[in-house]
């Protein structure tokens, strides 16, 4: 049930994509001719056949098993593209590719285009920071500042913009996917920071609760204003915490874990104290009372009689 809601809802966003797209876009070449391009190859086209006559024989595992395989092989750059920002925000294919859109000529359209294993390409691993860099500057700016940069310039291999943003999803990876990709190379066969996927998981979910702790003290002071209350000092502590907040998807780039910790960490302090400051009662670990205290005792009294029995 949820995988047919899924594929309803990115129908949607695929609508929307296309009505929401201005004039300039809605005439790119490169979105005409992709648009029409199919998503399959032969192999591709033998699983779609299996599971249409599974969903026709109503065999409940077609939907969960081939359609995921399916999503995940036989997506055109074209469909994934409008599921993304990029498709929201009227970013084509010739911001990242280059190429002539005026044309609906396949060689004069793919003129100064290269491919991506060419070291001139712009989607080529290593110059892929500068391309995104050319809308992405701050990012940027913190990437240049990574190992993962540096070693990209000395020609090694390591990780650029796209291992962690698909290319042309450019979603936002969770902590497992994070993890998964980090211990690619980070890990104790390779020898190269083992402990990197952990620590990273735990600054992904240090930021996740930096943003409950953010919503807390923002329904405290709203409660705090309607009690008539002064919230002066708490909402200045609040907008602290919600400009790092903002910035954490920024400094991430830099993949400075420490930093980040340190950052993060200050953000939840400061929306601690809106939500003290706000009147939010604070909540302290229970200690045992005297009842429990005797109720202990007298357990290992009994323990210690049968004991010597």
């Not at 913190?142 to 020609?155: C, G």
């Not at 705090?224 to 998807?249: H, R």
């Not at 939500?275 to 005797?294: E, Y």
Request: hydrophobic share 35%; aromatic share 6%; charged share 20%.
């Amino acid at each position: 049930m949820n995988t047919k809601k899924t594929i309803v809802l990115a129908g949607f966003m695929f609508i929307f994509a296309i009505l929401a797209l201005p004039v300039s876009a809605q005439n790119n070449s490169c979105l005409d001719c992709h648009e029409k391009l199919t998503a399959f190859n032969e192999t591709e086209k033998q699983l779609n056949e299996v599971r249409i006559k599974h969903l026709q024989r109503d065999v409940a595992c077609s939907l969960e098993c081939h359609a995921t395989i399916i999503d995940k092989i036989a997506k055109s750059n074209y469909e994934q593209w409008t599921n993304s920002k990029h498709a929201m925000f009227n970013v084509t294919c010739d911001n990242c590719h280059g190429g002539n859109v005026s044309s609906d000529v396949k060689e004069i359209a793919h003129s100064g285009v290269s491919r991506s294993s060419e070291i001139n390409s712009t989607v080529f691993y290593r110059n892929v920071p500068e391309t995104c860099g050319k809308c992405h500057a701050s990012e940027l700016n913190q990437f240049k500042d990574s190992l993962h940069y540096q070693r990209l310039k000395a020609l090694k291999q390591a990780p650029t913009c796209d291992t962690c943003h698909n290319p042309h999803e450019f979603k936002v990876l969770n902590a497992s996917e994070f993890e998964n990709i980090c211990s690619s190379c980070h890990n104790i066969d390779m020898k190269i920071a083992p402990d990197i996927p952990d620590k990273a998981v735990e600054a992904i979910n240090n930021a996740e609760m930096l943003k409950n702790e953010i919503r807390i003290a923002d329904d405290a002071i709203k409660q705090a204003k309607l009690q008539g209350k002064d919230v002066t000092v708490a909402q200045k502590e609040l907008d602290s915490a919600l400009a790092i907040q903002n910035n954490l998807p920024i400094l991430w780039h830099s993949f400075n874990l420490p930093n980040f910790q340190n950052v993060t960490e200050n953000g939840i302090v400061f929306a601690r104290k809106a939500q003290t400051d706000a009147g939010l009662p604070q909540t302290k670990p229970s200690t045992p009372g005297f009842g429990t205290i005797l109720s202990v005792i007298g357990i290992i009294s009994i323990y210690l009689l049968i004991r010597r029995r």
